[in-house]
């Protein structure tokens, strides 16, 4: 394995534990939206504070936000072009589930902006990763066509897939004129 890929490798490791941060954060029902939306809103921002740390989530992945200063550390020490990337991603992704969360899937229209949401940022920004490593040409990173089919279809599957699980957990992302 390449020094590049290497260096790719450690940021795709990074990037997903920031995700799974946010994600935490969202999913967790226990968060009001009143300390749920600011976070979210200023996540990317806490990438560049040492001391960020969210204590208060009862989610099964909670130590992501409990250990966060590990992982943005890790973030800190990653390439430049890498921490854009990554920031550029958690500020869109994290955005989108704040325009969702109030809000009820209605309509197939309704699940469609939701699953761009939460899926869109992370596999685009996976692709400009790769396409910024040097690893893949600068078009895997640039048209972001096929980033959003993949993530829509990856979205909609997690979500058919923890169906029964969503529901038992207060959740509803199954479009209701479905």
């Not at 500020?91 to 902006?113: F, N, T, Y």
Request: hydrophobic residues 45%; proline residues 5%.
């Amino acid at each position: 394995m390449g020094p590049l890929s290497v260096l790719l490798r450690h940021a795709a490791c990074i990037f997903y534990l920031v995700i799974r941060a946010v994600d935490t954060v969202e999913d967790d029902p226990t968060i009001s939206l009143k300390t749920k939306i600011p976070i979210l809103t200023n996540f990317h921002n806490f990438l560049y504070q040492p001391d960020w740390r969210f204590m208060d989530s009862k989610q099964k992945n909670r130590i992501v936000l409990e250990d966060f200063p590990t992982i943005s550390r890790e973030f800190r020490n990653l390439a430049v072009v890498y921490q854009e990337v990554i920031a550029n991603a958690v500020r869109e992704l994290a955005l989108g589930m704040v325009e969702c969360l109030p809000k009820q899937i209605e309509s197939v229209q309704d699940w469609d902006k939701y699953c761009h949401f939460a899926s869109s940022p992370t596999v685009i920004g996976l692709s400009v990763m790769f396409s910024v490593s040097g690893l893949e040409d600068p078009i895997v990173g640039e048209d972001t066509r096929v980033s959003i089919s993949v993530s829509l279809l990856m979205q909609k599957i997690n979500v058919i897939r923890d169906f029964l699980e969503d529901q038992l957990n207060g959740l509803e992302l199954w479009p209701k004129e479905a």
